[in-house]
C-alpha cells in the first residue's frame, strides 16, 4: 500500500524557518517526481513545488521561490521542504504528493499544518 | 500563468440525479501529441484530495464510472451520473501543462 506521511509542520514567528519531511512507503520513491501543494484552511488548493526523481530538477511557485528549497533523499524514501523566511501568509496545510509520468497527483499524504504568527 | 475558473462553484443535487461542473483554463491544455493536461480532483470533508479523472478523460483506479471527464482545448466538463451521497466535497480542476500547475478555485458538490 502505497502511504505518504508528512511531517514538521508546527508554529514558527514571521522570518522564522521549519523543514517539513515526507516519508514514502509501498512504492520506490526515486521512480517518481514528487510536489508539495498547500492548502489555507477552507481555502483551495495550490502547488508550491516539484522535484524531479533524480533531485537534478526543481521548480517552485513564484510565491515562494528564492524562500522554499525542496530535496529529497531516495535511499531514506524522504522527501524534504526546507522553508525559510516564512511569512503569515504561508500559512496553510502542506501536503506531499506523488505524481505519475502523466503529472497527475495519484496518492497524497494527510498534510502537515504550518501556522506562521507572531 | 494558466488561469483555472470553475462553474458553479456550489451544486445543489439530489442523491440519484446527474451533476456536471465546467473547467475552463486561460490556455489551451492540449498538447501536439493530442495529450490533455487537464485532472479532476475530489476533497472530501476532513480528507485529503483524491485523484478522479486524468488526461481529461481517463478515471483513475477504483474510481466509480459514474465519474466521467470529457472536453478538450479550453473547457472541460466533469460528469457524475448519479450522484451518492459519498460523493459530497469539492471538485478541483487542474492543469499540468506547465509549471506553476494551477487549480481551479473548486466547485462545492452538497448533497439536498
Known amino acids: 500500500e502505497v502511504q505518504l506521511v508528512e511531517s514538521g509542520g508546527g508554529s514558527v514567528q514571521p522570518g522564522g524557518s521549519l523543514r517539513l519531511s515526507c516519508v514514502a512507503s509501498?512504492?520506490?520513491?526515486?521512480?517518481?517526481?514528487m510536489h508539495w501543494v498547500r492548502q489555507v484552511p477552507g481555502k483551495g488548493l495550490v502547488w508550491v513545488s516539484h522535484?524531479?526523481?533524480?533531485?537534478?530538477?526543481?521548480a517552485y511557485a513564484d510565491s515562494v521561490k528564492g524562500r522554499f528549497t525542496i530535496s529529497r533523499d531516495n535511499a531514506k524514501n524522504t522527501l524534504y521542504l526546507q522553508m525559510d523566511s516564512l511569512r503569515a501568509e504561508d500559512t496553510a496545510v502542506y501536503y506531499c504528493?506523488?505524481?505519475?509520468?502523466?503529472?497527475?497527483?495519484?496518492?497524497w499524504g494527510q498534510g502537515t499544518p504550518v501556522t506562521v504568527s507572531s | 500563468d494558466i488561469v483555472m475558473t470553475q462553474s458553479p462553484l456550489s451544486l445543489p443535487v439530489t442523491p440519484g440525479e446527474p451533476a456536471s461542473i465546467s473547467c475552463r483554463s486561460s490556455?489551451?491544455?492540449?498538447?501536439?501529441?493530442?495529450?490533455?493536461?487537464l485532472y479532476w480532483y475530489l476533497q472530501k470533508p476532513g480528507q485529503s484530495p483524491q485523484l478522479l479523472i486524468y488526461?481529461?478523460?481517463s478515471r483513475a483506479s477504483g474510481v466509480p464510472d459514474r465519474f466521467s471527464g470529457s472536453g478538450s482545448g479550453t473547457d472541460f466538463t466533469l460528469k457524475i451520473s448519479r450522484v451518492e451521497a459519498e460523493d459530497l466535497g469539492v471538485y478541483y480542476c487542474?492543469?499540468?501543462?506547465?509549471?506553476?500547475?494551477?487549480f481551479g478555485p473548486g466547485t462545492k458538490l452538497e448533497i439536498k
Open positions: 490556455q489551451s491544455l492540449l498538447r501536439t501529441d493530442g495529450s490533455k493536461y
Open positions: 488526461m481529461g478523460s
Open positions: 487542474m492543469q499540468g501543462l506547465q509549471t506553476p500547475y494551477t
Open positions: 509501498g512504492f520506490t520513491l526515486s521512480d517518481f517526481w
Open positions: 522535484i524531479k526523481p533524480d533531485g537534478t530538477i526543481t
Open positions: 504528493t506523488r505524481a505519475q509520468a502523466s503529472i497527475e497527483f495519484d496518492d
